[in-house]
């Protein structure tokens, strides 16, 4: 499914949330006006590294980063091989891939349309919400 949030578009795999696309799109509307900065939706995570990562992702505070260093240091892999798993999030802004930055500060790449930009909106929204 897609949705529209802070200007651009991210696709959501619903077939790995438990909750109906209804619910799905009213916590990401929620959580766009700063209504809401933890989502209550159950995620299928699934049983490979890239499973890992997103249960990685999911301890990332709200409004904080991580690096992609960071992340492969705690699963005893590589950065590059971090930021392929996110690029293969399922359930782009739920787990919060766009929290993961290169080491330094710098962006890095997001898979969502909007990349970079989009990345760049959510950080900053999170950052004016805290």
Avoid: W
Wanted: hydrophobic fraction near 35%; charged fraction near 25%.
């Amino acid at each position: 499914m897609h949705v529209e949030i802070l200007g651009g578009t991210v696709e959501i795999d619903e077939s790995h949330v438990e909750e109906s696309p209804t619910e799905i799109r009213r916590q990401l509307r929620e959580y766009e006006h700063d209504e809401r900065q933890t989502f209550d939706l159950s995620i299928e995570i699934p049983e490979t590294f890239t499973g890992a990562v997103m249960e990685q992702l999911l301890t990332i505070p709200y409004g904080e980063t991580r690096t992609y260093g960071e992340i492969a240091a705690a699963l005893d892999t590589a950065p590059v091989a971090v930021g392929g798993a996110c690029g293969r999030n399922l359930v782009t802004v739920v787990v919060p891939c766009h929290r993961v930055l290169r080491s330094g500060g710098e962006l890095g790449g997001y898979s969502a349309p909007g990349g970079v930009d989009l990345k760049r909106r959510l950080l900053d929204h999170e950052s004016n919400g805290v």
